[in-house]
Nanobody, 124 residues
Framework: QVQLVESGGGLVQPGGSLRLSCAAS????????MDWYRQAPGKERELVAT???????NYVDSVKGRFTGSRDNAKNTAYLQMNSLKPEDTAVYYC??????????????????WGQGTLVTVSS
């Protein structure tokens, strides 16, 4: 069993900051890219940031220079530092991970797992 647990969402004023965390647990062998998505009300889910296994990052244009993704491989945890938040950043943020799990060579399998989502509200 593998689980992703997100935390760090909340209500923040425009210009403020939040830090999201996504912790993976279970019989994990290795983790590929760790991604952050968001879904605003009435809109499709969009990819916000991706963090490779080596730590390189890519961002959607709307968050470049404001959001920073990182990961701690020893803790199987990804982070999204969000600065200079705007009302249009309001959304449910989801962590998405591709990983190899298992306890033996015969039960290894590759999974794509989603976190439960954490709500970020940017409002005065």
């Amino acid at each position: 069993q593998v689980q992703l647990v997100e935390s760090g969402g909340g209500l923040v004023q425009p210009g403020g900051s939040l830090r999201l965390s996504c912790a993976a647990s279970g019989t994990i062998i290795s983790i590929d890219a760790m991604d952050w998505y968001r879904q605003a009300p009435g809109k499709e889910r969009e990819l916000v940031a991706t963090i490779s296994s080596g730590g390189s990052t890519n961002y959607v244009d709307s968050v470049k220079g404001r959001f920073t993704g990182s990961r701690d491989n020893a803790k199987n945890t990804a982070y999204l530092q969000m600065n200079s938040l705007k009302p249009e950043d309001t959304a449910v943020y989801y962590c998405h991970v591709g990983l190899l799990c298992g306890t033996n060579w015969y039960n290894r399998r590759y999974l794509e797992v989603w976190g439960q989502g954490t709500l970020v509200t940017v409002s005065s």
